[in-house]
């Protein structure tokens, strides 16, 4: 039987620790050029380019094409998309399981929507690998990470929602006060899977306090954490020793984003995703 996690590009992931991985690219366009989210991408080339760029840009979820090509070879599929509530990615992602399966019968496939992205999606997939290793069963593998979904959560600090203004996810008034020099959006993912601001924060001291401040208040308690940063490992290094100080060691990893993310979370953005 071969079992087969995959996420779209949002995650970050390239590979799992112990099962097959895949990634469905989604793409980053201007008018002249398109970057695939995959491995090839050249990230700070994209983030240069996309700096210096004077008109619009657009993002697109993964095609049915793209989802079936990693599909390739699985009996047993764990597919975790970006949130529904942004992106196509969990449509285009349910369409192309019931072609798979309708391929080939003997499939069995479920399609997490996590209403979130980032390091939240990217610590789901790291749970499945975990429970698929550990040998439970398609049910249980199901049951458990949905479970496991509903105890974490996103939060990020964005010092841009331009790309987001612009691509009509967010409305241009949340999006205006992120244009303020200084300013950074604090929020979180909403039970919707949109963009739920919760703090203007000046300067990243504050942004720091706000993020302690906010895991005491939903009852973190020393789980697991990822941070994905854009171009802003001395930040996100700084959240890690203000945690390690407070809660002792955890299992926390900092890592950049990749295309998706490091396009609409912006240079200087920061994701953290935490198990309550
Ligand atoms: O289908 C598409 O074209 C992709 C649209 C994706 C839009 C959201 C990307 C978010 C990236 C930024 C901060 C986290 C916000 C989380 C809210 C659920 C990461």
């Given at each position: 039987?071969?079992?087969?996690?995959?996420?779209?590009?949002?995650?970050?992931?390239?590979?799992?620790?112990?099962?097959?991985?895949?990634?469905?690219?989604?793409?980053?366009?201007?008018n002249e050029h398109s970057f695939?989210?995959?491995?090839?991408?050249?990230?700070?080339?994209?983030?240069?380019?996309?700096?210096?760029?004077?008109?619009r840009s657009y993002t697109a979820?993964?095609?049915?094409?793209?989802?079936?090509?990693?599909?390739?070879?699985?009996?047993?599929?764990?597919?975790?998309?970006?949130?529904?509530?942004?992106?196509?990615?969990?449509?285009?992602?349910?369409?192309?399981?019931?072609?798979?399966?309708?391929?080939?019968?003997?499939?069995?496939?479920?399609?997490?929507?996590?209403?979130?992205?980032?390091?939240?999606?990217?610590?789901?997939?790291?749970?499945?690998?975990?429970?698929?290793?550990?040998?439970?069963?398609?049910?249980?593998?199901?049951?458990?990470?949905?479970?496991?979904?509903?105890?974490?959560?996103?939060?990020?600090s964005l010092e841009s929602l331009?790309?987001?203004?612009?691509?009509?996810?967010?409305?241009?008034?949340?999006?205006?006060?992120?244009?303020?020099?200084?300013?950074?959006?604090?929020?979180?993912?909403?039970?919707?899977?949109?963009?739920?601001?919760?703090?203007?924060?000046?300067?990243?001291?504050?942004?720091?306090?706000?993020?302690?401040?906010?895991?005491?208040?939903?009852?973190?308690?020393?789980?697991?954490?990822?941070?994905?940063?854009?171009?802003?490992?001395?930040?996100?290094?700084?959240?890690?020793?203000?945690?390690?100080?407070?809660?002792?060691?955890?299992?926390?990893?900092?890592?950049?984003?990749?295309?998706?993310?490091?396009?609409?979370?912006?240079?200087?953005?920061?994701?953290?995703?935490?198990?309550?």
């Amino acid at each position: 039987m071969n079992i087969k996690i995959v996420c779209d590009s949002s995650s970050d992931l390239t590979k799992l620790t112990h099962t097959a991985f895949a990634s469905a690219p989604l793409t980053i366009s201007t008018n002249e050029h398109s970057f695939v989210d995959d491995d090839k991408l050249d990230i700070p080339n994209m983030i240069n380019e996309l700096a210096h760029y004077k008109g619009r840009s657009y993002t697109a979820c993964p095609s049915i094409a793209s989802w079936l090509d990693c599909f390739e070879g699985a009996d047993i599929l764990y597919v975790c998309t970006i949130t529904s509530g942004l992106s196509g990615a969990y449509n285009s992602a349910m369409s192309a399981v019931s072609q798979y399966c309708a391929d080939n019968p003997h499939v069995k496939a479920h399609v997490f929507d996590t209403l979130s992205t980032g390091p939240e999606l990217r610590m789901l997939a790291e749970k499945i690998d975990e429970l698929v290793y550990e040998g439970n069963d398609f049910d249980t593998v199901c049951r458990e990470a949905n479970e496991y979904l509903k105890r974490t959560r996103l939060f990020f600090s964005l010092e841009s929602l331009h790309n987001f203004a612009q691509n009509g996810r967010v409305s241009k008034i949340v999006a205006s006060a992120a244009g303020i020099l200084g300013i950074r959006i604090f929020g979180t993912a909403s039970a919707k899977g949109t963009l739920q601001p919760m703090h203007k924060c000046r300067g990243e001291a504050k942004v720091l306090s706000t993020i302690m401040s906010t895991l005491e208040e939903i009852g973190y308690k020393g789980g697991k954490i990822r941070i994905a940063h854009v171009q802003n490992p001395g930040f996100a290094q700084r959240i890690k020793e203000a945690l390690i100080n407070k809660y002792g060691e955890i299992s926390l990893l900092i890592y950049e984003t990749r295309g998706l993310c490091s396009y609409y979370a912006e240079k200087g953005g920061i994701l953290l995703g935490c198990e309550i």
